[in-house]
């Protein structure tokens, strides 16, 4: 494994590795994604034996071009215009029809394909240097914390990967919306880092279809996801008395609210700012996970905005422990 900054020659070094074959983590606006030549299957199966990902799991294309999006997928809903001049280049999936150049493997055998362009110029640059789309999922180990940071990478992954390319911190910090077009109906699939509210403002009311599925049509639809290895629990799901002799880690979203010092505790804005408490969310839980602590307590924050995408990522991890 090669950990190497995010230059131009070291891009170009990644995209010889993703032609060749490699799997490449790389930085975008989300978070560092485990990168393969998306249209090679032989490539793509090393993303999910390196995640010990399942193989019912789609994965997400990334494009640099709108151009590449007409060779691997059909445009056949007109919202799906509007959401591209919208909120591409950004944290913005689309699920639609596949054309036949793109490996089940990508798809899970579906006949959809779930495609992004990340802003980011790191994601970008090498995604056009590489001359194909790139199948990235978050690059760690299935269900556990998402990366925001290269080290967060070399933590779970670490020689399961050629070249790690290290573009700093990411700024939205949870996963990519991922919305299913399908004739004239807009359903979510994940809420992420683009809000509902400003998706329904170019395109109306769209349905929420986030609860789990057995046969998912895009990252994110597992019962449990994103977790951190020990135990994550909501305070309004607990009796805090019954944690009294344990080390207990507490993550707020402003401020605590409690009269306790716990043995661990963040704070995701003490602004009440929803996109650096997403930026912070992933970040704060690594650094609890490495804290040596029986549990991580959270308090729920309101679901609007990115709050959705938020108490999303905590539900699921929470859900790994019920």
Known sequence: ?????????????????????????FPTE?????????LNPIAVAKIFEAKQRPSFNPLILHIS??????????????AIVKLIEKFWPGPLTLVLPKLEIVPDIVTAGNSTVAVRMPDHPVALELIEQAGKPIAAPSANSFSQLSPTCAEHVVKQLNNKVDIILDGGSCAVGVESTILYLKENK????????????????????VSIETGPSDSPLAPGQLYFHYAPKIPLRFFNDVNIMDYEFKKVGALFFDRNRYNIEFSGERILSPKGNLREAAANLFSFLHELENENLDV????????IGLGKAIMDRLRKAANKFS
Do not use: C, F, W
């Open 1 to 25: 494994m090669k950990l190497l900054k995010a230059t131009q020659n070291n891009i170009a070094q990644a995209a010889e590795v993703l032609r060749s074959g490699g799997l490449v983590a």
């Open 30 to 38: 989300t978070v560092y994604g485990l990168g393969a030549d998306g």
């Open 65 to 78: 071009s709108k151009d590449q999006l007409q060779t691997i997928a059909k445009i056949n809903n007109r």
């Open 186 to 205: 807009v359903s979510v699939l994940r809420h992420g880092g683009t809000a509902i509210e400003d998706i329904e403002k170019i395109i109306g009311k």
């Open 296 to 303: 991580i307590l959270v308090d729920p924050i309101e679901e």
